[in-house]
């Protein structure tokens, strides 16, 4: 017995100086392309004017891979971005992906259903190829899920069209909490997949002055300052 552990030993130390395999390194997250949008994959934004991926409060592409549909999101955010699938335009009976900064860093994707104004997390989710990161006080994340599901009230068939529920907030111990604003974005119209547009939406702060109403005030009152009183 000592002489094969001798043995065992002596093969050991032939080893020195070789290290351990070690694991293939993770890609980094790839960042989101917004020149791409209302080419070859569908953008909403919402925030300042201009704003893109990193800088929207809230922004979200989608674009067709085979029977797939990958989704972007992003919200500056350290808990969650979500958005919502709806036959109308009101929270209530809502297929919902999220993207949650648990404690430990990660971002996951989690599937719900909306309660009323409750959120219900599913534990079956459609999700998939999910990859998401935390930086700069910012949640990102893409994820595929199929366009086409078994009938499931909790998951609907992407190839019909849903008007589109924007939502982000905090989270606490990987748990979503309420979103940040009362009334959060929602599309105008329903949106379909196979319709490629790159929608922009004001956010509150610069809803004020970028409506038709206000900017031809603004026309009429520089108009009449320039041209003075009588």
């Not at 996951?108 to 959120?119: C, D, E, K, M, T």
């Amino acid at each position: 017995f000592l002489v094969l552990v001798f043995y065992l030993a002596m093969i050991l130390s032939d080893f020195t100086g070789y290290p351990f395999p070690t694991a293939p390194p993770v890609d980094p997250f790839a960042k989101i392309r917004v020149d791409d949008c209302g080419k070859t994959k569908g953008c909403f934004r919402y925030g300042k004017p201009g704003c893109n991926a990193e800088t929207c409060d809230y922004f979200l592409s989608y674009r067709r891979i085979g029977a797939d549909v990958e989704f972007e999101l992003s919200a500056d955010t350290d808990g969650w971005v979500a958005v919502g699938f709806s036959s109308d335009k009101k929270m209530g009976g809502d297929d919902v992906m999220a993207c949650v900064h648990d404690d430990n860093g990660r971002v996951r994707i989690q599937h719900f259903y909306n309660v009323g104004q409750w959120a219900k997390e599913i534990q079956r989710n459609p999700a998939r190829d999910e990859e998401g990161v935390f930086e700069n006080n910012r949640v990102t994340c893409r994820f595929k899920r199929p366009v086409y599901v078994p009938r499931e009230e909790t998951i609907v068939d992407l190839h019909l069209s849903w008007y589109y529920l924007f939502a982000w907030g905090p989270a606490i111990q990987g748990s979503i909490t309420r979103h940040d604003i009362d009334s959060p974005p929602v599309s105008e119209r329903v949106v379909s997949i196979y319709k490629y547009e790159d929608i922009f939406m004001p956010s509150a702060a610069y809803q004020t002055f970028s409506s038709p109403f206000c900017l031809l005030l603004i026309v009429a009152l520089t108009f009449y300052l320039l041209m003075g009183t009588p």
